[in-house]
Every structure is written in structure tokens, then in C-alpha cells.
């Protein structure tokens, strides 16, 4: 197996911080106004960013990735809610695919979360990736790991009633507003991809109060899953 290039996307700095503490020699390069750097990580080559919060920041820093540094796969590291109500703090979800669920053209007879016109508006995830990942969290005592939905959308959710709805019928496992996007671009450029996302919060009335004070545990342990499949990678070159 050759040597791939892996870009790895965070939203926010908190999400990479672990995983830029090791990487070697890395070098830094500006392109559209997004620092990314290049470097090594567990013998593995990687360009890793922060792409900043949201749908649209997230489609642009994963093209950039393929289009200027071809990259041959993109990981997506961060926190999410819980949707599935088994999932607590610091929880695991692995994507199995991601979707949108704030495309909503119901009025027009489509299923909320449906792209109007498009063939897939699910976005697989890579199998393999899923496996190494899930592999990747054998180690971790009293954390629950899950390979379910992502849901994505630019919105931050706070409401008890909303959650419920996204995971009895869009089946998603957690939400945040950055995965499918990157998932999209990973489809249409065929890339492999996989999302790893800890749980913050619990996607209800204490979702503000929780991320913020357990945004930092949840990137730690998402950042430490991504570097245990590099691991695996690493050993597989």
C-alpha cells in the first residue's frame, strides 16, 4: 500500500490543537485565506486546517484540499449533540453517512433533508474507515461508540422537541453544522471519507452550557480516535 495523503478538517481550534501537537516538521500554507499545514502524523502524510464554523466554510476548506493539495482522503475531527438519547459527554459517533437537515423543500413534496433533483442526498461514509475507526476506539474505558448518522445543518440546537425529531425521523445519531458538507465534496470528487465526532452536549435546553464547558474534553477525545487511525494507517504503508 502506497503513502496517501489524509486531510484532516476541524471547525474550530480546539478540535486540531492535539493533533497539530504531533504532527512533525509542519509547514504552513495560506490558500483562500485558510491556513493549512502539512506535515506527518503517525508516520502518515497529512494537510491538516480549521475551516471555521458552518456548511459553506466546510464545502470550501474540503475542495481546497482535494483541488490544490490532492488529497487521497479527508477525516473530519469535533464535537457534536446527541441526538440518540443513549449517548452521553464525551460519547463517540462514527459516520456511517451524513445528510442535511436543515434542506427543507417539503412545501414542494420533497422529504425534508432531500436535495431537490439530486440522485443522493446521503452521503456514505468509507467502509474501511469506519472499521479502522471503530477499531481505533477499543481502548477507550466507559466511552459508548457509535456508527450512525450525521446530521448537519448551520444551526446550533437547543431544543428538547427538535432533537427528538431529528433522530426518530431523519435517524440521526448526532448533529453539528459541518459534516455533510464535507461528506458532499468527498462524494461528488470521490474521496473516502469518514466523520468522528464526541459528544459536547446533549442537543437540548443545556446544549449552550454544555459546549462550553466540555468542548475541549470532547475535541481531545475525538482528536485522540483520529490519531489512533492514523496509527493503523501508518502501519499499513
Known amino acids: 500500500m502506497t503513502k496517501q495523503t489524509i486531510g484532516i478538517i476541524g471547525a474550530m481550534e480546539e478540535e486540531v490543537s492535539k493533533l497539530l501537537e504531533n504532527m512533525k516538521t509542519p509547514k504552513q500554507v495560506e490558500v483562500h485565506g485558510i491556513p493549512f499545514l502539512q506535515g506527518e502524523c503517525q508516520g502518515v502524510p497529512v494537510v491538516l486546517c480549521t475551516c471555521g464554523v458552518g456548511k459553506g466554510n466546510a464545502a470550501i476548506t474540503a475542495m481546497t484540499l482535494v483541488n490544490y493539495f490532492e488529497v487521497d482522503q479527508i477525516f473530519f475531527t469535533g464535537v ?14 462514527i459516520s456511517q453517512d451524513c445528510q442535511y437537515h436543515d434542506l427543507d423543500v417539503r412545501a414542494l413534496g420533497f422529504e425534508q433533508g432531500v436535495i431537490p433533483f439530486q440522485e443522493v442526498s446521503i452521503f456514505p461514509a468509507d467502509q474501511n474507515l469506519i ?18 448518522r450525521v446530521l448537519t445543518g448551520d444551526q446550533f440546537i437547543s431544543d428538547q422537541a ?5 433522530h426518530e425521523e ?36 443545556s446544549a449552550h452550557v454544555n459546549f462550553e464547558e466540555f468542548t475541549q474534553l470532547a475535541s481531545d477525545r475525538s482528536s485522540y480516535v483520529v490519531q489512533r487511525l492514523l496509527e493503523q494507517i501508518g502501519k499499513m504503508v
Open 162 to 166: 427538535k432533537s427528538r425529531f431529528l
Open 80 to 93: 457534536a449533540g446527541a441526538l440518540d438519547p443513549d449517548l452521553d459527554i464525551g460519547d463517540i459517533v
Open 131 to 148: 472499521e479502522w475507526a471503530q477499531k481505533a476506539c477499543t481502548d477507550l474505558e466507559g466511552v459508548k461508540v457509535r456508527v450512525g
Open 170 to 205: 431523519l435517524k440521526g445519531s448526532c448533529v453539528e453544522m459541518e459534516g455533510a458538507a464535507v461528506a458532499h465534496v468527498a462524494y461528488v470528487t470521490n474521496r473516502p471519507y469518514v466523520v468522528i465526532r464526541s459528544i459536547s452536549d446533549r442537543a437540548d435546553q
